[in-house]
């Protein structure tokens, strides 16, 4: 099973920037599209952003466009989420996911993803 541990959450003011990192251990994520889940308190988990197994294909939650920027470095093993202009509604425990596939070019926030780190919590607030 593939292990994910997120890192770089925290406390920033609105308007402000974080950047989350997710990096696997004991297996590659060559052969792993990468997406960025969020769950805030009383509400359900949404998808953020999603990359390609080449990084070549990305997508959005309209929420985060323009604001919110995934990237990954394979040679790194590591996934980053980059979110810029951060709002109180941005506020929520992050989550780093994975799922094997075929295409090197594609990815969905609709997929179901198999593996799942720990999360890692952002709070926006003044």
């Known amino acids: 099973q593939l292990q994910l541990v997120e890192s770089g959450g925290g406390l920033v003011q609105p308007g402000g920037s974080l950047r989350l990192s997710c990096v696997a251990s004991e297996f590659s994520l060559d052969d792993y599209a990468i997406g960025w889940f969020r769950q805030a308190p009383g509400k359900e988990r949404e998808g953020v952003s999603c990359?390609?197994?080449?990084?070549?294909?990305?997508n959005y939650a309209d929420s985060v466009k323009g604001r919110f920027i995934i990237s990954r470095d394979n040679a790194k093993n590591t996934v980053y989420l980059h979110m810029n202009s951060l709002k109180p509604e941005d506020t929520a425990i992050y989550y780093c996911?994975?799922?094997?596939?075929?295409?090197?070019?594609?990815?969905?926030?609709?997929?179901?993803?198999?593996?799942w780190g720990q999360g890692t919590q952002v709070t926006v607030s003044s």
């Open positions: 996911t994975a799922r094997r596939h075929l295409l090197l070019n594609r990815c969905a926030l609709g997929w179901r993803y198999d593996d």
């Open positions: 990359i390609s197994r080449n990084g070549g294909s990305t």
